[in-house]
């Protein structure tokens, strides 16, 4: 492992000490946010993992995923395993790489995993000291298990096992509820009424999930619905037969390829010369509705006091869906899919600030 020149470690560690750091490990999308220097960094990758058994033949590079090789530090356990997190993972594996949307508990085993693959995507730094605030669906049930396997100092290197090494700090500062990002960052921008109660609809990949918060911020109800999230929306357009006619393969279309054609906003489908825009109008209001539906039944006995009707998630940015909303008297927070994220990066700082 060769090593950068002391004075340039010594001013990089002095410029990036304890950063504070917005952590949602969703069941599709993994998103880290923190400051570096003035400038916000948003990392996003895929919550996908990948053990890597063999060398890569050729060193993978995404800004939505990393590879790294623990060396040594508190988690004896990963000492010389190498990992491919995000799109590296899905790239090399396309299907038997591990998906965290397959269950909830591994979510809190890979968060670190998840961590290390987010900061493999940016500069390398031979020290990082984060303070980290993340968020679960069950508390009560992994934020022990998240801390203990979070926690603590790390040595990897990231890219291949002969790159330099970087020595990682975590402390997971609090796992919250979901959604407390969300709120905090709706309350940041004013977009909320914290004096009344607060009914939020957080639309992500796996889960839609209705919550009601109280005066001040404080979760009062939190329950994801029965039916799925984006991940049926996408379903739908890939099993449609319209679009296996057009595949001619038999199989149901590819879920990334229709996903990130939604979110270009092109509806392209991969190279392919057709796009998916007639079947996303046709799929997109029955998805909607039925979840709204649901989502307001749940929240019925708080509706008449509520302040304000919030969504977010990444499925509040997909075309069209914040104009749907609107007519429900919903509003989308701006930048939807990483309002909890931001939240969180918040949460940190102010989290941080407390213990110095
Ligand atoms: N900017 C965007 N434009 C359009 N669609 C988006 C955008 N960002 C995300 N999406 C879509 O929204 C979906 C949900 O994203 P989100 O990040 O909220 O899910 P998640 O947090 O991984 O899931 P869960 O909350 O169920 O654990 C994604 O799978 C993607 O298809
Ligand atoms: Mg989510």
Redesign the pocket.
């Known amino acids: 492992m060769p090593t950068i020149t002391q004075s340039k470690q010594a001013g990089i560690e002095q410029n990036y000490q304890h950063t504070p750091i917005g952590f949602?490990c969703?069941?599709?999308?993994t998103?880290l946010c923190f400051f570096c220097g003035r400038i916000q960094k948003r990392l996003r990758q895929p919550?996908k993992l990948l053990e890597l058994k063999s060398p890569l033949l050729e060193e993978l590079k995404s800004p939505e995923g990393g590879q790294f090789t623990y060396h040594s530090g508190n988690r004896s356990d990963l000492i010389g395993r190498q990992f491919l997190t995000g799109e590296l993972a899905a790239w090399k594996e396309p299907t038997t790489h591990i998906k965290l949307s397959d269950d909830p508990t591994l979510k809190a085993e890979y968060v670190l995993h998840m961590v290390l693959g987010a900061l493999a995507s940016v500069e390398y730094r031979p020290k990082w000291n984060l303070f980290l605030v993340a968020s679960t669906h069950s508390r009560a049930l992994f934020s022990d298990k998240l801390k203990a396997l979070t926690n603590g100092t790390h040595t990897v290197t990231f890219g291949g096992a002969d790159m330099p090494a970087s020595t990682v700090n975590i402390t997971v500062g609090s796992v919250v509820p979901e959604g407390a990002g969300a709120y905090t960052y709706a309350k940041r921008l004013n977009a909320l009424d914290s004096s009344s109660r607060v009914i939020g609809f957080?639309?992500?990949?796996?889960?839609v999930i209705p919550q009601v918060f109280g005066p001040g911020g404080k979760l009062i109800y939190h329950q994801p619905l029965e039916t799925g999230?984006?991940i049926d929306l996408?379903e739908a357009i890939a099993t449609d037969t319209q679009l296996l006619e057009q595949l001619g393969t038999g199989k149901s279309a590819n879920l990334e390829l229709i996903?990130k054609g939604?979110?270009s906003g092109d509806f392209s489908y991969g190279t392919r010369r057709f796009n998916t825009r007639a079947l996303y109008a046709k799929h997109i209001k029955l998805w909607l509705a039925a979840r709204l539906r649901l989502a307001f039944k749940a929240t019925k006995e708080w509706r008449d006091e509520a302040g304000s009707l919030i969504a977010w998630?990444?499925?509040s940015?997909?075309p069209g869906v914040s104009q749907m909303l609107n007519t429900q008297g919903v509003i989308s927070l701006p930048q939807g899919?990483w309002a909890n994220a931001l939240g969180l990066q918040i949460i940190a700082t102010a989290l941080k600030a407390r213990r110095e």
């Open positions: 949602d969703g069941a599709g999308l998103k919550s957080d639309l992500g990949t796996s889960t999230g984006v996408l996903r939604l979110e998630g990444g499925g940015e997909l899919g």
